[in-house]
């Protein structure tokens, strides 16, 4: 990283920052150009500079949530394990994580007016935890001799499945508690890929 | 039905049908036992003698518009086919009904302060809905020799799965146009019920 990247990537660390402060004071729809300039002690003009648009500060506070939830699953995953297993473990502690964290789930994945914006410089994180989910399922057809297209449309059933349980769960749209939804996605991932299940 | 019982419907019909005009002129936060009252011609004390709380008022009418959905399910799905066929043309039917209605997903699934009445009397289209599919589940247990445990399994999958797929699109967490969207279900279901293929 040049000395002008590391400049940038700091500044914008000061704007993200800034954010994060009024989402936890006033929560996300408090939030304006003209107060995360404010707060970070710049003048507005430079969110556009370093972030194009506000969308593109709101998805590097997105994504800087989200290197919480990848902080959380690299220290889950760092076990050596068969790609299937491994697959259950990672979903599960996704899952676990955002259950835990109700809040940066909402501010994530619950939130209507958010136009993400798709610059891997901006979203380093998001890119990262879907680089693992997908070359987990390339593992998958690798190790267990799953033909790759059968392990696309599993990565595709499972996070489905997974979004939907979450958002039901959100929504109290089932009444599972927190040990129970967690309970069914094991289950239900040890169905969809038996290999996933724990060694006797 | 008494004739009570049906002074009973026919009065709740009205704070429904109050209900509702008031969340198509003005959104459902608008939404309060004095406004209802008002547009209803009543007491709001009345309200809560016919649904006991703002709650039960608000189930009704989520119910309300849940009729609508299982007129369009029964509608299409008065085809006699096998159980596995059937699940799957339901399941696009009640996701195309959804995508084409943005509105009433958000109003019954993206509400997050909506405490759903579990009565009966008041919800009495979810429960049918709900009835429906449990049953054709039990169906493609006696008719395709799956397991009843596997069923049981199937139907939480593919219902997550669904909600998950109608979510994402909502918050635009996925970038399928609903043709996209519908196909994968498709695709998916064939996957988990091979049996859900359509004959050559």
């Keep these: 990283m040049s ?13 993200i920052r800034a954010a994060k402060e009024i989402i936890d004071y006033y929560g996300v729809k408090a ?10 002690g710049y003048a507005p003009a430079t969110i556009y500079n370093y972030f194009g648009s506000m969308d593109g500060l709101l998805s590097a506070v997105m994504d800087s949530y989200a290197a919480e ?17 491994k697959i259950k473990v990672l979903y599960i502690e996704f899952a676990r994580f955002f259950l835990e964290k109700p809040d940066l789930f909402k501010i994530i994945f619950m939130n209507e007016n958010l136009v993400v914006i798709d610059d891997a410089d901006i979203i380093p994180n998001f890119k990262e935890m879907y680089r693992l989910r997908i070359e987990l399922f390339q593992r998958l057809s690798l190790e267990h001799g799953y033909e790759s297209e059968t392990a696309v449309k599993l990565e595709r059933i499972i996070t489905s499945m997974l979004f939907g349980m979450l958002y039901s769960y959100y929504y109290s749209t089932s009444n599972n508690t927190k ?3 967690l309970d069914e996605l094991r289950l239900n991932i040890e169905y969809l890929i038996p290999e996933a299940r724990d060694s006797e």
Excluded: G, H, T
């Excluded at 939030?31 to 970070?40: D, N, T």
């Excluded at 939830?69 to 297993?85: C, F, H, I, Q, V």
């Design 3 to 15: 000395e002008k990247e590391k400049r940038i990537k700091k500044r914008r660390e000061y704007f």
């Design 179 to 181: 040990e129970e939804l």
């Design 69 to 85: 939830a990848m902080e959380w699953l690299r220290e889950k995953s760092s076990l050596d394990l068969p790609a299937a297993r």
């Design 31 to 40: 939030l304006s150009v003209r107060k995360v300039a404010e707060q970070a």
